[in-house]
């Protein structure tokens, strides 16, 4: 004998949860300009070679918090990248991600003020890389991303190297998959 109340629970059941307490997202850096849109994109082959590899794990399972972790394989040996939260999704050209995303948004962009741009109110990573070009880092926030808002990690040039500049972004992993 059916139970009354379990076919007004299977609708709910079925239901994905609006954002996953934890997701992964595994990806190989490709050119922009591959015939498939790339789920990582390197703007700078010499700092992030095609086919260098990125993993990222993103913990929301604690309310109102965030822990990001990057793992990187195959980048330039020996080398710091900045990375940060961006609010537009990889393209074909780096300024795609469009600024870095913010818990508390900045009225004034691009945002400089130290009030607004600061690692409390936008999530911050330093990735230092081995002598193989291999790394990881993690950043912990109290706060969860607004959804869609966060669309893409993107990696700096950090230390001047060769042709680029410490803000270049060189790097881009979709978020929004």
């Given amino acids: 004998m059916p139970l009354p109340f379990a076919s007004a629970l299977l609708p709910l059941a079925l239901l994905a949860p609006a954002v996953a307490p934890v997701s992964v997202i595994e990806a ?17 082959d010499d700092l992030v070679p095609y086919g260098s590899h990125a993993t990222v ?32 999704t990889c393209g074909t050209v780096p300024a ?23 690692d409390r109110n936008e999530l911050r990573l330093v990735l230092r ?22 669309r893409s990690l993107v990696l700096h040039a950090g230390t001047p190297a060769g042709p680029h500049a410490a803000a270049d972004r060189v790097g881009c992993i979709k978020l929004d998959r």
């Fill in 28 to 44: 190989d850096f490709d050119p922009a300009s591959a015939f498939v849109p790339p789920a990582a994109i390197s703007y700078a």
């Fill in 57 to 88: 794990v993103t913990d929301r399972s604690t309310a109102g918090r965030t822990v990001l972790t990057l793992t990187v394989t195959g980048l330039a040996p020996g080398h710091e990248f900045p990375v940060h939260l961006h609010t537009g």
């Fill in 96 to 118: 795609s991600s469009g600024p870095h995303y913010q818990n508390v948004v900045d009225p004034v962009q691009p945002s400089t003020d130290p009030a607004y741009a600061n």
């Fill in 129 to 150: 890389t081995d002598d193989r070009g291999d790394g990881t880092a993690t950043a912990a926030v109290d706060w969860q991303a607004r959804a869609g808002e966060a």
